[in-house]
């Protein structure tokens, strides 16, 4: 069966939404990243892609917070801070310290 570019293109696009959708979303070396592994289905969709495991990501950058392994993707709840936070260090967050201090643990 031959295909289309057009095609091609359009099943890449759709491989690359199921990495987004179901990808592990940590920091490794102060770089966001979108990792694939443990699960071997996504370490395929990783493979037709061509990125490498982890992916870096530069649509997002890490929490600034120190030693948090998570994206920042929420502004924070002071008027005079621009940064992006994590959920947990937004300061607009009811989830407590302890899942804070785990996201931060090593």
Sequence with gaps: MTMTAEREAELLE????????????TVRDGQA???????STLEYVWHVLGWADPHPVTEFQPCPEKG??????????????DRLFCYLHSGDND????????????
């Design 14 to 25: 759709a491989l690359e939404s199921v990495a987004w959708q179901y990808g592990y979303r």
């Design 68 to 81: 948090c392994r998570l994206w920042g993707e929420h502004r924070s709840a002071k008027p005079d801070d």
């Design 95 to 106: 989830r407590g310290e302890t899942e804070a201090s785990n996201a931060t643990a090593n």
């Design 33 to 39: 990243v979108l990792m694939a592994r443990p699960d």
